[in-house]
């Protein structure tokens, strides 16, 4: 197997149920709603597992206190060729389980040194929990946790469940359906959403060649949408153009009075702006050509008076 190929498996992305989340920072809001934001991780054992099935027994780890005593280093090692490569990371021991945590959390950081688990820095740096207030574990519907809010606030129970990974830092064997969702985009910012949403499913897979499919694929349908947006909006625009046009000539240029004048301008004005409202098109000369045909008819009532 390549280099390639071993660096693809390895930095694959894991099933939902692999990936797990903590608590990152929480608290209690305002109008007494609490909130959390939560990050993602992949465990050590789950690394374990990965290695094990791209390298079998050709793997190993050594680990070894920190410097400053208050933690771990983790050092990777997997035989690629007939030559070992190990890289080395550490990590902090934790609040909870000090010793425990700090082994696994340079095992995590280490594995992320070969690309395990690295597609989750692709996720939005921000991820909100779906949390409510909870006074015990046993009555809990998601993850529980007591919370002391760092402002001194009153120490509370927290119910809390993680969002559902988006459909790219999922495992996948068909990348249609991110084609297909690029395909059916009606608008610019929807086609561009469905590449951004292809573009990381190819990078969480570690394939340059399906991300250039995709960017190929984007790069034509844009063209086409492009063409397409710019049919509609010369038919938008000259439907306006032919209703200003009316309102003009059977409205501004037949009215016998000022007072019916200005009844008419906001009235015209109004309904143009709706008309025009979330088009691709410039309303402005719209409503200069309105203006004009306004001050034309206004100079000539004066004129009679």
């Known amino acids: 197997m390549s280099e390639r190929d071993l660096l693809a498996e390895l930095r694959a992305p894991f099933e939902p149920e692999d ?16 909130w959390a934001m939560i990050v993602p991780y992949i465990t050590s054992r789950a690394i374990h597992q990965r290695l094990d099935e791209v390298f079998g027994f050709n793997w190993q780890n050594e680990q070894k206190p920190a410097p400053d005593g208050n933690g771990w280093l983790c050092g990777i090692s997997v035989k690629v060729d007939g030559e070992w490569v190990t890289r080395w990371d550490g990590a902090e021991n934790t609040n909870i389980e000090p010793l425990k945590g700090g082994l696994s959390g340079a095992m995590k950081r280490a ?3 070969f690309g395990i688990g690295r597609y989750l820095y692709q996720l ?3 991820i909100w929990a779906d949390c409510k207030t909870c006074d015990s574990e046993r009555n809990a519907n998601g993850n529980f946790q007591w919370v002391t809010p760092k402002n001194g606030g009153v120490k509370f129970g927290l119910d809390w469940k993680a969002p559902q ?3 790219w830092a999922r495992p996948h064997t068909d990348y249609t ?6 395909s059916e985009a009606a608008t610019m910012t929807e086609l561009q959403d469905a590449f951004a949403e292809a573009y990381r499913a190819a990078r969480a897979a570690q394939n340059t060649g399906l991300g250039r499919e995709f960017k190929e694929c984007y790069d034509k349908l844009k063209a086409e949408l492009e063409g397409s947006l710019a049919l509609n909006m010369t038919g938008e625009l000259a439907a306006v153009c032919e209703w200003l046009d009316r309102q003009i000539k059977t409205g501004i240029e037949m009215v016998p009075n000022m007072s019916a004048l200005e009844i008419l301008k906001r009235a015209v004005l109004k309904d143009l702006e709706k008309r025009c409202q979330g088009q691709a098109f410039d309303s402005e000369p719209l409503k ?3 203006a004009k045909a306004y ?3 206004k100079r000539q009532l004066e004129t009679k008076v």
């Open 295 to 297: 001050a034309d008819r």
């Open 19 to 34: 990936v797990k989340w903590r608590v990152q920072t929480a608290g209690m809001g305002g109008g007494g709603s609490p």
């Open 165 to 167: 990974l988006p459909a």
């Open 177 to 182: 359906p991110f084609t297909r969702a690029m």
């Open 288 to 290: 200069n050509k309105f």
């Open 111 to 113: 594995g992320v040194l």
């Open 124 to 126: 939005d740096k921000t």
